[in-house]
């Protein structure tokens, strides 16, 4: 094995993998298990339907992933039949290959050969009462269902209308990026909906830290990441990919590799950028020459300055010094790069702390092939 990653750590940045704790989104967690709490007493005052709604990369499928792993524990111990399953409904076509998942995920070796979508379902709550279980399902990328199905969801309907006849055995977590319940053609639905209180938002910079830096350790062997790459990396993933945890693991996973290929023990804040230019493309690289000649001028110098410092962040006392610069026009042009996404400017503890984002490398290149074109 090499210097950067522990045995099966890369495979720990997969989303597959679900960590024991969820930085930041405890309480979520919790709001489910109370929802459901009920179904542990026994009793039966428990919402239909719940609805997960937030971007991209904030947690959603994961929190419900905990919630099932704690439901499902409370509920072995107790000697209560709850049934978790999670569905992916990106790929599901029609009514009918949705039925079919849900019905196979709660009997799993039953035949379901001429039966219609909402026979298969009727056959799944009846299976549910002849054997006193409980059935929790999550239908995930709800809204991409929706979308394709252009609000004509008939089966979904049919679930929640059965509720209100005989007794509830299925529950449904609808989860998704937009909110999709405003598609629910019919009003009623959307009032049995019920929305959680705690909020998927993107995650700041630094609940990233947290959240990455818990993985980190899972991950890579020790020191392999220090607390300035870590708040680089958050920094990243909060200003590129819009606070989503998701975007932020896939960065540390190309920075290990980009490490482990450069033969090296430590992941530095070169390896960091060089994953960035990947993830995002190098098209900042054509803007970089539409730079007024003083403003190019400065940002090689700055490169320079990370190329040997081989740091991720500099206080900006430390880069006047470097620069030989006059205060006022470097904040000018900072704040110029800042807009441009290239540098980082970070206000922390009374400082001002600078981070490049794109590669050195990169930019010595640019360079050279501007030098050539002159
Ligand atoms: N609070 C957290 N703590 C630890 N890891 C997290 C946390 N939130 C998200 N992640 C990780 O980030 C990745 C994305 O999370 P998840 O898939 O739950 O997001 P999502 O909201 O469902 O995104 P999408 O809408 O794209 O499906 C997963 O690998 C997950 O492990
Ligand atoms: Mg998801």
Do not use: C
């Given at each position: 094995m090499g210097r950067i990653f522990k045995v099966d750590g890369a495979s720990?940045?997969?989303?597959?993998?679900?960590?024991?704790?969820?930085?930041?989104?405890?309480?979520?967690?919790?709001?489910?298990?109370?929802?459901?709490s009920p179904l542990l007493e026994r009793e039966k005052q428990i919402p239909w339907a719940i609805m997960i709604q937030g971007p991209s990369g904030t947690g959603k499928t994961s929190v419900v992933r905990a919630f099932f792993r704690a439901i499902s524990n409370i509920a072995s111990e107790r000697?209560?039949?709850?049934?978790?399953?999670i569905i992916n409904c990106r790929f599901m076509k029609s009514d009918f290959s949705l039925a079919q998942a849900i019905a196979l995920s709660v009997m799993p070796s039953v035949s379901l050969r001429g039966f219609s979508?909402?026979?298969?379902?009727?056959?799944?709550?009846?299976?549910?009462?002849?054997?006193?279980?409980?059935?929790?399902?999550?239908?995930?990328?709800?809204?991409s269902y929706t979308i394709r199905k252009k609000s004509k969801l008939k089966l979904v309907y049919d679930i929640l209308k059965q509720q209100e006849i005989i007794d509830s055995r299925l529950f449904i977590i609808f989860i998704g990026v937009s909110d999709y319940t405003l598609m629910f053609e019919e009003s009623w639905i959307r009032n049995y909906v019920w929305r959680t209180k705690s909020k998927f938002e993107p995650y700041s910079w630094s609940e990233l830290k947290d959240i990455l830096g818990k993985r980190a350790k899972e991950?890579?062997?020790?020191?392999?990441?220090?607390?300035?790459?870590l708040i680089f990396v958050s920094r990243i993933?909060?200003?590129?990919?819009?606070?989503?945890?998701?975007?932020?693991?896939?960065?540390?996973?190309?920075?290990?590799?980009?490490?482990?290929?450069?033969?090296?023990?430590?992941?530095?804040?070169?390896?960091?950028?060089?994953?960035?230019?990947?993830?995002?493309?190098?098209?900042?690289?054509?803007?970089?020459?539409n730079f007024s000649e003083d403003l190019r001028e400065f940002a090689l110098a700055l490169a320079e300055v990370f190329e040997e410092?081989?740091?991720s962040y500099l206080t900006?006392?430390?880069?006047?010094?470097?620069?030989?610069?006059?205060?006022?026009?470097?904040?000018?042009?900072?704040?110029?790069?800042n807009l441009e996404g290239i540098v980082d400017l970070l206000e922390f503890g009374g400082d001002v702390y600078i981070g490049l984002f794109l590669p050195s490398k990169l930019i010595s290149l640019m360079k050279q092939r501007d030098d050539t074109l002159t």
């Open positions: 720990k940045l997969s989303p597959s993998y679900l960590p024991l704790e969820l930085p930041h989104r405890e309480q979520h967690i919790q709001e489910l298990l109370k929802i459901f000697g209560i039949k709850i049934i978790t399953n979508a909402t026979e298969m379902i009727q056959n799944v709550m009846e299976y549910l009462r002849n054997n006193e279980s409980y059935l929790i399902l999550a239908l995930d990328d709800f809204d991950v890579f062997k020790d020191g392999v990441v220090d607390e300035s790459e993933s909060s200003k590129f990919g819009y606070g989503s945890a998701r975007y932020g693991l896939e960065l540390l996973l190309i920075s290990g590799m980009e490490a482990e290929w450069e033969g090296n023990n430590k992941i530095n804040s070169e390896h960091i950028r060089l994953s960035l230019a990947k993830l995002e493309g190098e098209q900042e690289a054509a803007e970089f020459s410092e081989d740091i900006l006392s430390s880069l006047l010094s470097r620069l030989k610069k006059e205060k006022q026009k470097t904040m000018e042009y900072l704040n110029r790069l």
